[in-house]
Nanobody
């Protein structure tokens, strides 16, 4: 069982930045690919970014490419999402997820464990 806890959400003006963090309880954290997803009010949850076990590969949704950066620190069991140039449409609950065996990290069904989410609000 892996527990994931997100933090770092909040209210920011358009054009601003936030850094989300996710702490994982897994003893073998480095064995998990990690992803960030988000869900805006009235919309389905969508893929934001993912990072491979060794951080050698990263993946981004087109809507955040060039603005968001995913990273991880396996020694600290942490994954991060640096969000720059935030837009009002980035407002959502952001979820951290862990995947032990899959490879299609754009797909939420691939992930085995989920955090409870952290709210990001961007004012215009």
């Amino acid at each position: 069982q892996v527990q994931l806890v997100e933090s770092g959400g909040g209210l920011v003006q358009a054009g601003g930045s936030l850094r989300l963090s996710c702490t994982a309880s897994a003893r073998t954290f480095s064995s998990y690919a990690m992803g960030w997803f988000r869900q805006a009010p009235g919309k389905e949850r969508e893929f934001v970014a993912a990072i491979s076990w060794s951080a050698g590969n990263t993946y981004y949704a087109d809507s955040v490419k060039g603005r968001f950066t995913i990273s991880r620190d396996n020694a600290k069991n942490m994954v991060y999402l640096q969000m720059n140039s935030l837009k009002p449409e980035d407002k959502a609950v952001y979820y951290c997820a862990a995947d032990r065996y899959g490879s299609n990290w754009y797909y939420e069904g691939e992930y085995d464990y989920w955090g409870r989410g952290t709210q990001v609000t961007v004012s215009s």
